[in-house]
């Protein structure tokens, strides 16, 4: 049987990972500051992880959510001691669309409303109220267009009020930090902004932190720079390092009744025994504060470098926009320097995602790689 084949590939098979590092079936050695998309946040193959999950196998893999899953209070009870918002509620699921799929469908339960206001270039997932909440027309299916989504300029706070006063909106969607669009900080004014209207007009403000989340921008969430609480928070990407889990976390003044959520594989055993360890990671190596402090000095050395047009980011989640198209250098990064760094939808501009233990050391080898690049592209 052939594979559906929707993605292009590198020539490429990682084997086996290590930190920051991986190995092909040649016996390669690459640097990863692509992280899988954001998903290794703790590193590959950390021995925690490796640890908690197969101890975990040995007992019990899975059962449904019709029975009681210690697993569950304890995954939430170390995320509520760490993010910011031990008093809100944790839904578990098992990807990012998933979380978005569920906050959207929250919000619409409890406001009665269908509208969603979103931002350009924004990126929520691919599944139904997800992909139409996205700006990319072209991974939208006609099934997906049902005119739920209000667009509006990502950080502008001029006339946002406008799109609350046709009274329909029930929730507004935005990125901590936009990823897909090639790494926007959203601000604290327009975050702000934001808050300020939802409270006005009884919208519920969701957070989509899935890329942004998890300790990567040097904060738990990122839109905590702002200072500004969310209502529903979208977790996925780092939350698992890999294992497939996501979360939302929901503020106390939504009440849960039976049935109202659901999902078969989500908040399993295993999925939760991979995030209770990465965030023991998380906690035991400080990772948060790695992020923050290698992250800052990182950018800062980024930015003197030729060819830049602007750093933007926070923390490990950094965007590198250059005065030309990047593709040819994210291939010579990865074939003759070992490098795996990411694209966006932005053409110019290099995503880097590393995961969050990552040295100063291994950034200076990206340094290094990039200042030989673009002296033979000047
Ligand atoms: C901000 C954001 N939201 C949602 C998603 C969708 O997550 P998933 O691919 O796990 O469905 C992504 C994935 O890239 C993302 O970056």
């Known amino acids: 049987m052939n594979l559906f084949e929707v993605y292009p590939l590198y020539d490429i098979e990682p084997e086996k990972g290590v930190g920051e590092f991986i190995w092909d079936t040649k016996g390669e050695k690459y640097l990863d500051l692509y992280g899988g998309h954001a998903v290794i946040s703790i590193g590959h193959s950390h021995p925690h992880y490796v640890q908690k999950i197969s101890d975990q196998l040995k007992k019990i893999g899975f059962y449904s959510n019709s029975v009681h899953i210690p697993l569950q209070h304890e995954l939430a009870d170390k995320l509520g001691s760490v993010c910011g918002y031990e008093e809100y509620k944790l839904f578990l699921i098992n990807s990012g669309a998933e979380a978005v799929e569920n906050a959207l469908k929250l919000a619409s339960f409890k406001t009665g409303k269908k509208k969603v206001l979103t931002f350009s270039k924004a990126f929520h997932g691919r599944t139904s109220a997800a992909v139409e909440v996205t700006e990319n027309m072209a991974i939208q299916a006609p099934i997906n267009k049902n005119g739920h989504a209000v667009f509006s300029p990502f950080n502008k706070v001029e006339g946002l009020e406008e799109h609350f006063l046709q009274g329909d909106i029930a929730a507004v969607i935005v990125e901590g930090i936009q990823g897909v669009a090639g790494v926007n900080v959203a601000s604290e004014p327009f975050l702000k902004q934001l808050r300020g ?22 904060k738990f969430f990122a839109h905590q720079y702002a200072g500004v609480k969310a209502d529903i928070i979208c977790m996925a990407k780092g939350m698992g390092n890999g294992f497939p889990i996501g979360g939302i976390l929901i503020s106390p003044d939504f009440e849960a009744s039976y049935g109202l959520l659901g999902t078969t594989f989500g908040g399993n055993h295993l999925a939760c025994a991979a995030a209770a360890a990465v965030l023991d990671v998380i906690k035991k190596e400080n990772l948060m504060e790695n992020a923050a402090t290698v992250g800052e000095k990182f950018i800062e050395e980024l930015k003197l470098l030729p060819g830049i047009v602007e750093v933007r980011g926070r923390g490990l989640m950094i965007g590198v926009e250059f005065d030309f198209t990047i ?29 969050l233990g990552i040295s100063y050391a291994s950034l200076d080898l990206f340094l290094e790689a990039l200042k030989k690049e673009t002296a033979l592209i000047a």
């Open 197 to 218: 209207l939802c409270n006005k007009h009884k919208a519920v403000l969701i957070l989509d932190e899935i890329q942004s989340g998890y300790g990567r921008s040097g």
């Open 327 to 355: 593709e040819a250098l994210r291939k010579n990064l990865l074939f003759k320097h070992k490098i795996f760094t990411g694209n966006s939808s932005n053409k110019n501009t290099i995503r880097l995602l590393p995961t």
